[in-house]
T-cell receptor, first 110, second 114 residues
Framework: GESVGLHLPTLSVQEGDNSIINCAYSNSASDYFIWYKQESGKGPQFIIDIRSNMDKRQGQRVTVLLNKTVKHLSLQIAATQPGDSAVYFCAERGYQKVTFGTGTKLQVIP | ETGVTQSPTHLIKTRGQQVTLRCSSQSGHNTVSWYQQALGQGPQFIFQYYREEENGRGNFPPRFSGLQFPNYSSELNVNALELDDSALYLC?????????????FGEGSRLTVL
């Protein structure tokens, strides 16, 4: 069945350092993944996506890596800022729905 | 701001009661999806509405029902409320029901069932 999970529930990072959030998935047929950021009191916000025909995609300060061999995703945030503090979800985009994992809370230490 | 608005933002109900939550989709979007997010968990797909028809449903009982109106706004109705229905209910709109439509989430309606 579908399953998208996160390796760690909480990640603490010093301001200015790089953050890496990891995610494993179980369905080898999954071909479209999205990272979302959810700040307190708000809905999830799209950060970056990647399809299975790619192994890396870059955005502004963020990079997503996809390793299909071991069914693993990671989100890298460069020069982490206080505004990056939030819960981050990796998610699988299906035809009608998005399947979310449980999330990793990123805490940025000033 | 995504342009997706939900109401009410917070509400408290008692077991057995019924609740209606409302969602206005972003301009130009014809598809609305509803998600339930329990505390400390990721959102779980309830159902999707496309062109006023239910177009997919997650693992939720029939007491969770919905509507979509001609202007693409939507309602989520929950009957016979249970304590476990306490959660943040998120609405997301998109253009098209397929895989390529990016979801834009509202800020949610937080339901507490006592």
């Amino acid at each position: 069945g579908e399953s998208v999970g996160l390796h760690l529930p909480t990640l603490s990072v010093q301001e200015g350092d790089n953050s890496i959030i990891n995610c494993a998935y179980s369905n080898s047929a999954s071909d479209y993944f999205i990272w979302y950021k959810q700040e307190s009191g708000k809905g999830p916000q799209f950060i970056i996506d990647i399809r299975s025909n790619m192994d890396k995609r870059q955005g502004q300060r963020v990079t997503v890596l996809l390793n299909k061999t071991v069914k693993h995703l990671s989100l890298q945030i460069a020069a982490t800022q206080p505004g990056d503090s939030a819960v981050y979800f990796c998610a699988e985009r299906g035809y009608q729905k998005v399947t979310f994992g449980t999330g990793t809370k990123l805490q940025v230490i000033p | 701001e995504t342009g997706v608005t939900q109401s009410p933002t917070h509400l408290i109900k008692t077991r057995g009661q019924q609740v209606t939550l409302r969602c206005s989709s972003q301009s130009g979007h014809n598809t609305v999806s509803w998600y339930q997010q329990a505390l400390g968990q990721g959102p779980q797909f309830i159902f999707q509405y496309y062109r006023e028809e239910e177009n997919g449903r997650g693992n939720f009982p029939p007491r969770f029902s919905g509507l979509q109106f001609p202007n693409y706004s939507s309602e989520l109705n929950v009957n016979a409320l249970e304590l476990d229905d306490s959660a943040l209910y998120l609405c997301a709109s998109s253009q098209g029901a397929g895989i390529s439509g990016e979801l834009f989430f509202g800020e949610g309606s937080r339901l507490t069932v006592l």
